[in-house]
């Protein structure tokens, strides 16, 4: 049976990094998963700080449909500004511009960023159950239950971007209105409450916590081990020898801690971008 998007073509876009050579992984990834499951006529990827960029990436869409959702946590400069002046959406510094838009016999479809999407509670939930099930411990401590267990969804904050602390909390509490976990908290790195807080916030003496990141980086493989207690040097040999910046499950203030990847590669990221092309479609 064929597609409802046989005549769309799929544009996923990522930040990128000059930096970092895993940034643009998480993209790469969906990219190809999707593909493999043959939804769209074709799946291109760009991105701000990496080849292939912005600039260029509509010239690769030829089918009828295009769509284009950006890999990012939240609305803000970047989803609003950045990304639509460079696609041609709007000019410089317009936010208020038609989502949908017709060119040259091609409708282009701008999505909304996977980050505030409803479903991405899934997508906590399922990095937090992958993490506990893959190392539960020793055989004298069994994996914890989610209902003995404090989730904690962790960010940046800034007091540039509000949207950016918002989705996360968002995020919280709709994890907490489903009472699978003993408690769920949102903790960021620059703002309070703070990651390393975690320990006296929460009453279980179970913790996970999930980096609401889409590309894993110096932030979650370096920044945020160190202010969960692990030593700074022992981070950095650790990454230097290839093995995982954090010991799962940590022992700290007389708890037990596990710490996951980003969400950035989680499986189920591929239904929510899917989710958002849906909802696109129907708008336009």
């Known amino acids: 049976m064929a597609s ?90 317009q936010t208020d511009f038609p989502r949908v838009q017709e060119r040259d016999g091609q409708r282009f479809h701008y999505c909304g960023p996977v980050g505030t999407h409803a479903r991405m509670a ?28 404090a989730l904690f969804i962790a960010g940046h904050g800034t007091g540039n971007n509000e949207n950016s602390r918002k989705a996360i909390e968002q995020q919280a509490a709709k994890i907490a209105s489903m009472g699978r976990y003993a408690e769920t908290y949102s903790v960021f790195m620059e703002e309070a409450p703070k990651i390393g807080d975690c320990f006296a916030m929460a009453a279980a003496s179970n913790l996970v916590m999930v980096p609401f990141f889409i590309s894993d980086g110096l932030h979650s493989y370096e920044d945020i081990p160190v202010m969960l207690g692990e030593p700074e040097v022992e981070v950095q040999a650790r990454l230097k020898s290839g093995r995982p910046t954090f010991p799962n499950p940590g022992n700290r203030q007389g708890k037990r801690i596990w710490y996951s990847q980003g969400i950035g590669t989680e499986p189920l990221l591929a239904d929510v971008i899917l989710e958002r092309v849906r909802e696109m479609a129907t708008a336009g």
């Open 122 to 149: 899934e997508v906590i939930l399922a990095r937090a159950r992958e993490v506990v099930e893959r190392f539960p411990g020793s055989p004298a401590e069994r994996p914890p239950a989610e209902s003995e267990t």
């Open 4 to 93: 409802e998007f046989a005549d769309a073509t799929l544009v996923l876009i990522g930040h990128g990094s000059t930096l970092n050579a895993e940034s643009a992984d998480p993209t790469i990834f969906h990219a190809d998963g999707l593909r493999r499951r043959g939804v769209f006529a074709e799946v291109l990827t760009g991105f701000w700080k990496e080849h292939p960029t912005l600039a260029g990436v509509l010239r690769g869409a030829f089918t009828p449909r295009v769509f284009v959702v950006p890999l990012f946590i939240s609305d803000g400069y970047f989803t609003e500004q950045v990304i639509p002046r460079e696609l041609g959406f709007c000019r410089n510094g």
